[in-house]
């Protein structure tokens, strides 16, 4: 589930949304021939949710006509619901774009934005979030922690408290 939060007045928003258009049918198309090539029927893989933070029904309806006709909306009169969507993730400008995986809401990305605008092909969807890159003195603690448990996990095989098949996994 990609959730599109924009507002009418907003330029940002304007140049967005046809490259979001466009990278979501890319999407879908590349989705659809790889079920297809497998005998498999094909079936909705991105499903657009609008989020307008528009205040005035003349701007939300601006903003749903710019959009495609088949994403989903949260309806005008659900004012509340669209600012406490816009609230829990934290949405400070517009154009933002919200990855939730849909059977979970899990976010798989708070800040799709730059690879979608990176990607207009579609082409490395579902726009995951980057790996997070460590700090290096967060990953020396990682490393000492891990040593230092490793170490620990050792000592008690060697002391009989522990079986060495408790070591690998097994």
């Known amino acids: 589930v990609l959730l599109y939060f ?8 304007k140049a967005f949304t ?3 258009q ?27 949710v609008v989020v ?26 659900k004012g509340k619901e669209r600012q406490e ?23 798989l990305n708070i800040d799709a934005r730059e690879q979608i605008l990176a990607d207009p092909e579609g082409a ?3 726009w995951l979030a980057p790996p997070k890159k460590l700090h290096p003195t967060e990953s020396e603690v990682l490393t000492l922690a891990c040593e230092t448990l490793g170490l620990a996990a050792v000592k008690e095989s060697h002391s009989g408290r522990m079986p060495a098949q408790s070591l690998v996994g097994a």
């Open 52 to 77: 307008s933070v528009d205040s005035e029904q003349e701007g939300y309806s601006a903003t749903m006509a710019s959009c495609e006709p088949t994403w989903l909306t949260i309806p005008f009169n």
């Open 22 to 48: 466009a990278a979501a049918a890319a999407a879908q198309k590349a989705a659809d021939a790889a079920v297809t090539a497998v005998g498999m029927p094909p079936s909705t893989v991105l499903e657009v």
């Open 124 to 126: 490395k969807f579902p």
């Open 6 to 13: 924009s507002r009418q007045n907003c330029e940002h928003c």
């Open 85 to 107: 969507a816009a609230q829990r993730y934290g949405i400070t400008g517009v154009p933002a774009v919200i990855i939730l995986k849909s059977d979970t809401g899990t976010i």
């Open 18 to 20: 046809p490259v979001l």
